[in-house]
């Protein structure tokens, strides 16, 4: 699943901690999400480290699984 341009509705890349529109040129901050449950994770940071976070019960993220989406979706 990939997240929508709400500007254009073409597909958004990740890049430096945004997401980025090649369409239209559009930018939005990125939310890391849980891919279970879709709610934000908190971001812990520590020695350089970034890990994720779910309080909904689902624990420690993987960089790898999270989602990142616009705020609000």
């Given at each position: 699943?990939?997240?929508?341009?709400?500007?254009?509705?073409?597909?958004?890349?990740?890049?430096?901690?945004?997401?980025?529109?090649?369409?239209?040129?559009?930018h939005y901050p990125?939310?890391?999400?849980?891919?279970?449950?879709?709610?934000?994770?908190?971001?812990?940071?520590?020695?350089?480290?970034?890990?994720?976070?779910?309080?909904?019960?689902?624990?420690?993220?993987?960089r790898r699984r999270?989602?990142?989406?616009?705020?609000?979706?």
């Amino acid at each position: 699943m990939s997240v929508m341009c709400e500007k254009c509705q073409h597909p958004l890349s990740l890049s430096d901690g945004e997401l980025n529109c090649s369409a239209c040129g559009a930018h939005y901050p990125a939310q890391p999400c849980c891919p279970a449950c879709r709610q934000p994770l908190e971001v812990l940071k520590a020695c350089g480290a970034v890990d994720y976070f779910c309080r909904n019960g689902h624990g420690l993220i993987s960089r790898r699984r999270v989602l990142f989406q616009p705020p609000g979706h």
